[in-house]
């Protein structure tokens, strides 16, 4: 069970006769979460069941709260770095490119300053659903930090990565934000590069990679 993803983290509960303690050691070994040796009563082994249910739901919000944007709800910048190390991996290995893509709301600071920080939060959580909506179920969207977002592309072209920022460009730039009767849009700026499997040398790939993103973005 513990082989499989699915089951990686799922609660296992032993249950067994007058087993040696060696025995009971090795269980635990192997990811038994909790044993119970009979003679036992129901109550405690739906009191234990209980206990690691609890324990499993806590683990999960806790691994979400790690891994993802409090506003957003997209992954946060260190999960991303850590997906972005696991794609680049498997573009290694399956020689296939990685590209990747940077998105910055145009001048943010204005909305903050003319709408307050209630209606930036609105603007950044819906260009957020834009981005998501508007990629693959395989690429990751993650909020980079401030008013800027990445989206790693696996196996996709330069080609395919000016496909995917256009589509994004005109998603975003047709969301109307509303307040007070007043309506206002903002448009995003994008850059973004695909490399083939040889460039992803060993050493910092991705800080490579990123910046040659960012510098397509500064010009954007």
Do not use: C, M
């Amino acid at each position: 069970l513990r082989r499989q993803p699915a089951f990686e983290r799922l609660p296992v509960v032993g249950l067994t006769g007058p087993a040696a303690r060696r025995d009971l050691t090795v269980a635990f070994h192997l990811g038994v979460t909790d044993l119970l040796r009979k003679p036992f009563f129901p109550e405690e082994f739906l009191a234990r069941v209980e206990n690691q249910l609890r324990v499993t739901s806590l683990e999960k919000r806790l691994r979400v709260e790690a891994t993802t944007d409090g506003l957003t709800g997209l992954y946060n910048r260190r999960e991303l770095e850590r997906l972005a190390q696991v794609e680049v991996s498997r573009a290694r290995r399956d020689r296939k490119p990685l590209g990747v893509l940077l998105a910055d709301v145009d001048h943010f600071k204005s909305v903050n300053d003319s709408y307050g920080h209630a209606v930036g939060d609105e603007v950044l959580r819906r260009v957020g659903r834009e981005l998501f909506k508007r990629v693959r179920t395989t690429d990751i969207v993650a909020r980079y930090g401030g008013e800027e977002f990445a989206v790693l592309l696996p196996q996709a072209l330069a080609t395919g990565v000016g496909y995917v920022a256009e589509r994004i460009r005109l998603a975003i730039e047709t969301l109307e934000y509303e307040i007070d009767g007043a309506r206002f849009a903002r448009t995003v700026s994008l850059g973004g590069t695909s490399w083939a499997p040889d460039q992803l040398n060993e050493g910092a790939p991705l800080d490579a990679l990123f910046r040659v993103a960012d510098d397509a973005l500064y010009q954007s």
